[in-house]
Nanobody
Framework: QVQLVESGGGLVQAGGSLRLSCAAS????????MGWFRQAPGKGREFVTA????????MYGDSVKGRFTISRDNAKNTMYLQMDSLKPEDTAIYYC?????????????????WGQGTQVTVSS
């Protein structure tokens, strides 16, 4: 069972940038497809982006396309989310999630593991 720990959240002004990290405990990290989801107050969890086990395939939600970049370093068992041109509507708790298969999904119910989340707040 893999454990996931997110970090890097915080408060930033609109137009600014943040970089989130997700550290995984499993040394077979490359066997997991990984995703970022977010949940704003009073709303359901929303797909943000996902990356295949090898890192060769990525997909993005429409609301973040062109602004966010997902990546991973399998040697460090870590996934990243570079968030640029942040908007107030990006304010949410961001969750790192994993599923033990190589290919990605934007459906949250397909993921088996998730972290505690990290808060991102974008002020206007």
């Amino acid at each position: 069972q893999v454990q996931l720990v997110e970090s890097g959240g915080g408060l930033v002004q609109a137009g600014g940038s943040l970089r989130l990290s997700c550290a995984a405990s499993d040394s077979t990290f490359s066997a997991y497809a990984m995703g970022w989801f977010r949940q704003a107050p009073g709303k359901g969890r929303e797909f943000v982006t996902a990356i295949s086990g090898s890192g060769g395939y990525k997909m993005y939600g429409d609301s973040v396309k062109g602004r966010f970049t997902i990546s991973r370093d399998n040697a460090k068992n870590t996934m990243y989310l570079q968030m640029d041109s942040l908007k107030p509507e990006d304010t949410a708790i961001y969750y790192c999630e994993a599923v033990q298969r190589p290919y990605v999904s934007r459906r949250e119910y397909e993921y088996s593991y998730w972290g505690q989340g990290t808060q991102v707040t974008v002020s206007s």
